[in-house]
């Protein structure tokens, strides 16, 4: 989305704004968010997480997040009835840029300068595609967590952008159990983690994301990624690997998909008493 969106925003002003929903800004007013917005000129549109950001020239900052159904289309041949239309930005070149969201989960958020580094600093990790990013600094985050691995990857504070989909598809990738403890991931199983992650990253962004249910592309085209999971939402079809089904589970409350021969609950290689004593005790419970 990011991709497909900084070229038709950088450089281009925001003409006029209209929030429609006051969800989207809340605790602040929606016409008083708008009047804000009005008259900024873009300087770049970036991303960090799973956050939008979209710099100012005037060093001010909106930063966007689109929850589970939120998504932002370009058009510059007007806009058809919406009923789950938020907001509306009207360019400087006439063309417009209309949030939609169905479940109103998204957020809008204007910052001030130099509020957004504290601000991410606090809710966002590493970004796991940054070149500075490596195995062992995966494995600090993961030290002396018992949380199971998928939980500890969900936490945005781990690592930044890894949602439920890309944590299943990195964990099959590396033949992690997703239920196993963060802390008992091995340097073997570390280095197939960090690949993982990323592989499964890089291809979602390649297929420009997955579209299930309401999600779209800002020029209205849909991402494909949801032809290439390997695991989520697969229960009961073949492993890609070995061709034994895929398992369906909760972890965390979420809906989680794996593949039990691939990916066994029990450490491979590892005798019960090599294990971590935290972990063996949780086991027995
Ligand atoms: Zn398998």
Redesign the pocket.
Same mark, same amino acid.
């Given at each position: 989305m990011r991709a497909q969106l900084a070229p038709v925003l950088t450089g281009r002003r925001f003409e006029h704004v209209e929030i429609s929903d006051p969800r989207l800004v809340r605790p602040y007013e929606p016409a008083e968010v708008a009047a804000e917005l009005g008259g900024e000129r873009v300087a770049a549109v970036e991303r960090r997480g799973k956050y939008l950001i979209v710099r100012f020239e005037s060093k001010r900052v909106l930063l966007i997040h689109l929850r589970m159904t939120g998504s932002l289309r370009h058009t510059s041949t007007g806009l058809d009835e919406d009923p789950h239309r938020r907001a509306v930005v009207k360019l400087d070149d006439g063309s417009d840029v209309a949030y939609r969201d169905v479940r109103r989960f998204g957020t809008w958020l204007v910052l001030e300068p130099g509020e957004l580094e504290p601000y991410l600093a606090a809710r966002v990790g590493e970004e796991p595609l940054d070149a500075l990013f490596t195995a062992a600094r995966l494995g600090e985050r993961l030290e002396r967590r018992r949380a199971p691995i998928k939980a500890a990857l969900l936490d945005q504070r781990t690592l930044a952008g890894l949602g439920n989909i890309y944590v299943d598809e990195a964990l099959w990738r590396a033949r992690i159990h997703p239920l196993r403890p963060a802390e008992s991931i091995d340097r073997n199983e570390l280095r197939r983690l960090y690949k993982g992650i990323r592989a499964a990253l890089e291809a979602g962004i390649a297929r420009q994301g997955s579209t299930l249910r309401d999600y779209a592309l800002p020029d209205g085209g849909s991402g494909s990624m949801q032809h290439e999971f390997k695991v989520y939402g697969r229960g009961g079809e073949p /492993?890609d690997? /070995?061709g034994?089904p895929i398992a369906k589970t909760r972890v965390g409350g979420r809906g989680t998909w794996f /593949?039990p021969? /691939?990916q066994p609950e029990r450490q491979a290689g590892a005798s019960p008493s090599s294990r971590p004593s935290r972990s063996r005790r949780q086991s027995s419970v």
């Open positions: /492993c690997r /070995c034994t /593949c021969a /691939c």
